[in-house]
């Protein structure tokens, strides 16, 4: 069985579970509740036990708000209600008693004796396993009301609806394009208000999920950042690639941002067309509301490469990932022009930002680092001037120079506040 508070951590989370850290530094998951639970929780965290096989569904059953004995007798009236489960369990009980009953009056006494015990241990090993169903699915359910979701479990969730929308925004527009507008009459055309309510109520949603996403992704984004940096034994040079990737990735998430906030216009310009094509064919409306709003089989919704949402790797994974990063131009991203349009991305720019500084300031550190080791490797007369020259060119630059760490690496409580505000957002 999965564990909840471990779903979607990576593989450093997973080999130190029973550890009292509360944040992975790769993934950002939180466990702020940690010291909180009882012995058993910390128990169950290190060697999760598993739910008999036979009670898969069971976990999903039991009430985390009720007790032990609340949650026991109504699992076992299902049982016993449930008679393709419970069959053995009856035919078990009736043995016992029948066999029981001989035993006491003497009838066929070898026989019932030996009928009597098999079945009285069968029913004793079937309600043990159901009682320790009942717990380990009551352990379960509790450790999932006391919180802990981590950033990626809610970005998956995020990213799996923002594919089924997509879809679904694809397929309404097909079917719109299948009827000729222009040669429908005014009676026809008032069918254009289901696409249109349709539409507007996709693409609201696809604006609230991408507004969510945004925040989200940066907080794994900037988790990743500071995770790239504070590495250990890994050159400058390599964190200097990776600094820059992120870099990339950050600027083609603010560019999908862009784009699924820029699908809000096609409902409208669904009715404005049919209300009044003002000239312009069908044909040429398609091609303007497909190709332009980058819908087509070019465009990202198209992209060949389906990445799934199990895993966490240092690159983050979002949908149409490898269509935006092609968008991208050499130069930075109009940063106050987007900002301007869109100010919700103003903070994302601004991590950005001190992503770039700190690049700059590695390359400038790698640059004196040479020095430093050319200078070092000097020997002669002069060795133990070189030495000092070398120890005076040698200063690294703290990362707290260039970065926000109380945002790129936030305390336990404070992510696990900003994680579960936006979990509750996903549910409204």
């Not at 601004?350 to 050319?374: F, G, P, W, Y």
């Amino acid at each position: 069985m999965k564990n909840y508070l471990l779903k979607s951590a990576c593989r450093q989370c997973r080999a130190s579970v029973s550890s009292t850290a509360h944040v992975c530094p790769l993934c950002g998951i939180s466990r702020p509740v940690y010291d909180n639970l009882t012995a058993i929780e910390k128990e169950y965290l290190t060697r999760p036990p598993a739910v008999p096989a036979k009670y898969y569904y069971m976990p999903s059953n039991v009430n985390p708000r009720k007790n032990l004995a609340y949650n026991l007798t109504n699992e076992f009236k299902k049982y016993l209600a449930d008679f393709s489960s419970s069959q053995n369990f009856y035919i078990a009980s009736i043995v016992m008693f029948v066999s029981g009953f001989m035993v006491f009056s003497g009838i066929g006494f070898p026989i019932s004796f030996f009928a009597f015990w098999p079945a009285l241990l069968y029913i004793a090993y079937d309600f043990i396993s159901l009682f320790r169903a009942v717990t380990v699915s009551l352990l379960v359910s509790r450790l999932q009301m006391k919180g802990g979701t981590s950033p990626y479990s809610v970005h998956f969730k995020i990213e799996e609806q923002l594919g089924q929308m997509f879809s679904g925004l694809q397929m309404i527009l097909t079917s719109f394009f299948d009827k000729n507008w222009l040669a429908m009459g005014h009676t026809e055309k008032m069918s254009v208000d289901n696409f249109y309510q349709a539409i507007k109520t996709l693409t609201t949603r696809i604006t609230k999920f991408a507004r969510i996403s945004l925040e989200t992704t940066g907080i794994i984004w900037r988790n990743n950042v500071y995770a790239i940096v504070a590495q250990d034994k890994v050159s400058f040079q390599d964190k200097i690639i990776s600094i820059n990737n992120k870099i990339r990735e950050g600027e083609a998430l603010i560019l999908r941002y862009c784009w699924m906030l820029h699908l809000n216009t096609i409902a409208d310009s669904l009715r404005s067309f049919v209300n009044d094509p003002n000239g312009q064919t069908q044909e040429s409306f398609r091609r303007e509301m497909i190709e332009g709003n980058q819908l087509g089989g070019h465009g990202p919704l198209y992209e060949p490469y389906q990445e799934g949402f199990q895993n966490v790797p240092i690159e983050l994974s979002f949908k149409m990932r490898y269509f935006w990063h092609e968008q991208l131009m050499p130069a930075p991203l109009p940063s106050e022009e987007i900002i301007k349009k869109f100010p919700e991305t103003r903070e994302f720019f601004e991590s950005i930002k001190q992503v770039r500084q700190l690049k700059d300031s590695l390359e400038q550190q790698m640059i004196l680092d040479c020095a430093t080791n050319a200078l070092g490797n000097i020997g002669g007369a002069g060795g133990d001037t070189t030495a000092l020259e070398a120890a005076d060119i040698k200063r690294y630059e703290l990362y707290s120079q260039c970065l926000d760490i109380p945002k790129f690496q936030p305390d336990s409580d404070s992510l696990q506040n900003q994680i579960d505000r936006l979990n509750s957002q996903l549910k409204i």
